[in-house]
């Protein structure tokens, strides 16, 4: 007898840069969620769509979880903790390459809350850049911060157990129908992901103090007059002070160039369609711990 189809959802956690949205894109087997060696990263809940012919499995990408220091850091954890709650498994991520640390427990201590409703599997990422024996000492390591339904080492990068982890999770979905239709990849607006691009292209060789300070928004994106194969995206880049402008602009405005000649690579990809981009910077004073800023840039 056929096995049932199976539907649902699953979440990554772990602290900023435990390889989450990596490993999110790898599933999906396209680029959904924006990735960078920058903590906090993910600014959103991403979902991405894995269709398989037994089961359709939605991957939410979350931010990382940290103890906050502004306000923005709160809304961040509070996306995490929401969708926590929608999810019918969590996958704990935690990198093979760096100790299991006080960040980690208190991720473990969170998702001892859950794990009675909702099974938790550990899952070792990172896994090509260390040798066997470090994956295993990891894995025995994990062991000790939590129960989990499963572990498993994985590597995003060169494949490693992608398809094994993807068949763990299926197994704790619920029997149901199709949620999306076949072919979508993830049902995040065009706008969303587009601004995401820019902000990853932007994120790209900057000083280790301005991620955090980095929103875009996208105004309007439009057919370009005249030519129904361009589409023309006009954004703004928001920093927190004029300093940081510079920084963004560069000499003579050549970073600027640079984050747009990159940013516009990646949209076409996404649109199927050559692009103008119109990029603009803005300096929003404080705009991480202002409610008002914060809700105007979409958090």
């Known amino acids: 007898m056929a096995e049932p189809h199976r539907s ?10 435990a390889g989450k949205s990596t490993l999110t894109n790898a599933l999906v087997g396209s680029k959904v969620a924006i990735t960078s060696s920058k903590p906090q990263t993910t600014r959103h809940a991403i979902r991405g769509i894995v269709h398989r012919d037994d089961a359709q499995l939605v991957i939410i990408d979350t931010p990382g979880l940290h103890r906050p220091r502004t306000l923005l850091g709160e809304r961040l954890n509070d996306i995490v903790h929401s969708t926590w709650s929608e999810v019918d498994v969590v996958g704990f991520c935690v990198p093979a390459n760096e100790k299991v640390g006080p960040g980690d427990r208190f991720i473990a201590a969170e998702l001892k809350k859950i794990a009675k409703r909702t099974p938790v599997i550990g899952v070792v990422t990172k896994t090509d850049l260390v040798k066997p024996e470090q994956v295993a000492e990891q894995l025995l ?37 199709q949620l999306y239709p076949g072919g979508e990849l993830t049902d995040e607006p065009e706008q969303t992901l587009v601004a995401e691009l820019i902000r990853e292209a932007a994120l790209e060789g900057v000083r280790d103090e301005l991620p955090h300070s980095i929103a875009v928004t996208v105004e309007e994106m439009l057919p370009h007059e005249g030519r129904d194969d361009m589409i023309d995206v006009h954004a703004f880049l928001y920093v927190e002070r ?35 981009l119109d990029l603009h910077i803005k300096v929003a004073k404080e705009w991480q711990r202002d409610p008002r800023q914060l809700r105007r840039l979409g958090f």
């Open 242 to 276: 004029p300093s940081q402008k510079g920084i963004i602009l560069g000499h003579k405005g050549e970073r600027l160039k640079d984050v747009g000649a990159r940013a516009r690579q990646q949209i076409e990809g996404l649109l199927g369609s050559k692009v103008y």
């Open 141 to 177: 390591a994990l062991q000790e911060v939590m129960e989990f339904a499963e572990l498993i080492p994985v590597s995003a990068v060169d494949g490693f157990q992608v398809g094994a982890l993807a068949d763990l999770l299926v197994r704790h979905l619920p029997e149901g129908p």
């Open 8 to 17: 649902g959802f699953a979440c990554f956690v772990g602290r900023p840069n």
